[in-house]
């Protein structure tokens, strides 16, 4: 993976395939305090202590297609070449919550790269699932809330849409930028 | 700066469309792998550049969905194209800069891009 972003493309999908109905990601950054972190935290089916301990192993995964699984094993690496590491904790029947912390100034963190486009790719081709998406610098915070999108949308008008999708994209840009955060 | 306010415009908009798209029948889907495979050989810059194209010629019957991995990961990014009534079109080895003609050739006037489908590899 080339960029942060697309570690959290890929590993959201791991809560997609848990059933989720509500996925929580933040991303937090701080130069002073060299932090430079994601959460993403679902309310899926969860996995057992046993799971968790392996889930890093690329020789782990639960589909059948074939016996590899890497999504969590490139975040592993990609944390842990910058002095950081990932975190999970996960009950079954409650979701999952996973972390990954970066050391923000070391030369081999990748940047986070376009997490609007993430974010649009995340809800617009699961528009059943809702996601918080949060965004801190240091003391700012932006915050997009499907369910908040959903209430003005209604039931017609689906997160799916392509001109919704559109508009997703630039708004959470738009906020972005104002901080010049997410680099 | 743009607002959550600007949703409602967007959703007028689309209110009209859905009426309209009502008595037409059902709309084409684009999907996109979205595995591991999918997203490190470049899905994502794939699914906005269809995101994208659709928006600029108003396709208001077009759905960009994902799936999983389908076991050709060396022949990511892979896009499946539903037209209704035709044979899946699968296109392999995809990049930003090959959608829009897959867009204005076959989701518009129906002739597939024979050159980027997986038939096409060697």
């Known amino acids: 993976m080339q960029e942060i972003s697309l570690n959290i493309l890929d590993i959201a999908q791991n809560s997609i395939r848990a059933n989720a109905t509500l996925i929580e990601i933040t991303v937090e950054e701080n130069p002073e305090s060299d932090l430079f972190a994601f959460t993403i935290k679902d309310n899926g089916c969860g996995m057992d202590e046993e799971m968790v301990k392996r889930v890093s192993d690329p020789f782990v995964t639960t589909r059948t297609t074939r016996k590899v699984g890497l999504g969590i094993s490139l975040l592993k690496v990609a944390a842990q070449q910058t002095g950081g590491d990932i975190t999970i904790s996960s009950t079954l029947g409650v979701g999952t919550t996973i972390r990954a912390d970066f050391s923000y100034n070391h030369i081999d963190r990748q940047p986070l790269g376009d997490i609007s486009a993430v974010m649009v790719s995340l809800i617009s081709m699961n528009p059943d699932i809702d996601f918080v998406y949060t965004h801190k610098y240091c003391k700012e915070e932006f915050q997009l809330d499907t369910r908040e999108l959903r209430a003005i949308l209604g039931e017609e008008v689906k997160l799916s849409e392509i001109s919704v999708a559109s508009w997703i994209g630039e708004f959470i840009n738009s906020n972005l930028a104002i901080y010049g955060g997410a680099k | ?122």
């Open chain 2, 1 to 122: 700066m743009k607002s959550i306010a600007e949703l409602e415009a967007i959703k007028k908009k689309v209110l009209d469309s859905v009426n309209l798209r009502k008595e037409r029948e059902e709309g084409v889907r684009v999907v996109v792998g979205m595995a591991t495979c999918g997203i490190a050989a470049g899905a994502r810059p794939v699914m906005t550049a269809f995101l994208e194209e659709a928006n600029k010629r108003n396709l208001s019957n077009v759905v960009i969905e994902q799936t999983g991995c389908i076991g050709m990961c060396a022949l990511e990014p892979i896009v499946e194209v539903y037209v209704p009534g035709k044979e899946k079109v699968t296109y392999v080895k995809m990049t930003a800069e090959k959608v829009a003609k897959i867009v204005s050739d076959h989701i518009v006037n129906g002739a597939p891009v024979i050159e980027y489908t997986v038939g096409a590899q060697k």
